[in-house]
């Protein structure tokens, strides 16, 4: 007898993989299901940080969670001064400002 749909082999074991070959667009991952597949741009680790990963037409965004940036969330923001002391190597500065005529 015929084997129940997405299924093949000899005792209709075999599920058939949707996956192959791969019709999901560049960049994605192909899930493959019974007689079905899905297509995601997110996977466990595609953000970082607690960022969370939102499935786009053609892509994924990251959403990331306070304190962070990054197209995956894997930098770490810091705040005034200690992000100056970053970009000078660690360098301390006191800053003076003046304006004209003062």
């Known amino acids: 007898s015929p084997c129940p749909t997405g299924f093949t082999g000899p005792t209709?074991?075999?599920?058939?993989?949707d996956c192959l070959p791969n019709p999901c667009p560049a960049g994605a991952t192909c899930i493959d299901g019974v007689a079905s597949f899905s297509c995601?741009?997110?996977?466990?680790?595609?953000?970082?940080?607690?960022?969370?990963?939102?499935?786009?037409?053609?892509?994924?965004?990251?959403?990331?969670?306070?304190g962070h940036s990054g197209n995956n969330c894997e930098l770490q923001e810091q705040a005034g001064a200690e992000r100056i002391r970053d970009i000078l190597g660690g360098a301390s500065v006191d800053w003076t400002f003046t304006s004209p005529g003062w």
């Open 12 to 17: 209709c074991e075999e599920n058939i993989n």
């Open 40 to 66: 995601t741009f997110c996977l466990a680790n595609t953000c970082q940080n607690a960022g969370t990963c939102v499935e786009q037409a053609d892509g994924f965004v990251c959403q990331c969670a306070p």
